[in-house]
T-cell receptor
Framework: EDKVVQSPLSLVVHEGDTVTLNCSYE??????LLWYKQEKKAPTFLFML????IEKKSGRLSSILDKKELSSILNITATQTGDSAIYLC??????????FGKGTSLLVTP | NAGVTQTPKFQVLKTGQSMTLQCAQD?????MSWYRQDPGMGLRLIHY???????DQGEVPNGYNVSRSTTEDFPLRLLSAAPSQTSVYFC?????????????FGEGSRLTVL
């Protein structure tokens, strides 16, 4: 059975802190790992990581894929209150739908 | 482009009633899917379609029915609503030809079954 496990499930930090969110997976036919941010409504795409692109960075957010350990981390530096959201990790092993983890709920306090 | 459009945004049903959640996309995407999201559970795949006329079950298909008669539309039918189907439902689409991993989501439909 395919599994995507995220940790921690929730996290509270102060503005300016750096956070690391974790995602591990056990799936057949791994194609890519994706990170999404979900605020009030639908998830919005952050990064996709594959065998040929194991590190991505955008502003204060960065992500690394460790194919040997079957895991990924999402780093957020200098957190802001606007970073408060649920962060979802998902794995694609089919090309048309995703297996999602339960998400990490991040709260950044002023 | 409107992207992925879901209707209705909110719905309250009584146990045993049936209804259809509508989903339409205008990006000519081949792949469409329905997810449900419950607190602390992430998104779980209900049904998906890889093209018009082709559908298949996901992780939690029981109590739901789908069809894909056109590329644009992928409605989700609740046959006889149960309180366990109280959830937020998301429709998503992606392109098969130039797949980047990014699913395009609708804004969600919040369903309450009493």
């Amino acid at each position: 059975e395919d599994k995507v496990v995220q940790s921690p499930l929730s996290l509270v930090v102060h503005e300016g802190d750096t956070v690391t969110l974790n995602c591990s997976y056990e799936v057949t036919n791994f194609r890519s790992l994706l990170w999404y941010k979900q605020e009030k409504k639908a998830p919005t795409f952050l990064f996709m990581l594959t065998s040929s692109g194991i590190e991505k960075k955008s502003g204060r957010l960065s992500s690394i894929l460790d194919k040997k350990e079957l895991s990924s981390i999402l780093n957020i530096t200098a957190t802001q209150t606007g970073d408060s959201a649920i962060y979802l990790c998902a794995v694609d092993n089919s090309g048309y739908a995703l297996n999602f983890g339960k998400g990490t709920s991040l709260l950044v306090t002023p | 482009n409107a992207g992925v459009t879901q209707t209705p945004k909110f719905q309250v049903l009584k146990t045993g009633q049936s209804m259809t959640l509508q989903c339409a996309q205008d990006m000519n995407h081949e792949y469409m899917s329905w997810y449900r999201q419950d607190p602390g559970m992430g998104l779980r795949l209900i049904h998906y379609s890889v093209g018009a006329g082709i559908t298949d079950q996901g992780e939690v298909p029981n109590g739901y029915n789908v069809s894909r008669s056109t590329t644009e539309d992928f409605p989700l039918r609740l046959l006889s609503a149960a309180p366990s189907q109280t959830s937020v439902y998301f429709c998503a689409s992606t392109s098969g030809g130039s797949y980047t991993g990014e699913l395009f989501f609708g804004e969600g439909s919040r369903l309450t079954v009493l």
